[in-house]
């Protein structure tokens, strides 16, 4: 155990320096008694992850809307609806201990909350512009975190994953039936929740298929 020479007392875990006086540590190093804390650790990881999806895609409708001369309206909704997303996951991640499946089910709700408003104005920026927003956001947030925590994440979601997968492709049946006026936003997500799922299927496979029975023979 390392000790401080100045105050006496004695510390377990990494630590250099005595966290009441920052005087220099001495002794061999033990193990801490408390395990690490991995639900904050994830947490910080989840809060970075989603302020860089929220970023990226704010700098893709950005880019887009220059690009195909995109009205102002539309974009600056668009972007308002990012920011506001951001916001209100993030109180979720910071208050809410199993923060990842709150998070998974929020973007399925947002989607129906999406479809809703189409059923109810019909009005087109929501099928051309937000469903696959919200697709996109979905996946780049999944696919961040299936990139940092690996098999584990996948293990305790893969059934999320794979809604979210089928979600991408959603879009696409929505430019089929007509109901977009530019498609280029609903092939990128498609595109995207398509080399998602290969990603999963190449380096996952064997958690995804334990995961994937369980789901079938419960």
Known sequence: MKRCGKCGVGFTGDLD???LCQAELTGEAEPSAFPK???RKSGAVALRVLAFA???CLLVMLFLGRL???PGDIVLTVCLGL???YLF???ILVHTPDFLRVVVRYFLIVLAIAALWYLITRNPVVTTFVIPGICLLALVFDAVLVAVFRGTFVSG???YLLFDVVLGLIPLVLVALGLTTWDVLANVSALVASVFLLALVVFT???LADEVRKLFSA
């Open 89 to 91: 996951v993030r109180n």
């Open 17 to 19: 320096r005595c966290p």
């Open 157 to 159: 979601y893969a059934k």
């Open 68 to 70: 195909v001369s995109l």
């Open 83 to 85: 920011v506001v997303n």
């Open 54 to 56: 929220t970023g990226a």
């Open 205 to 207: 496979r064997k958690q």
């Open 37 to 39: 804390n991995e639900v």
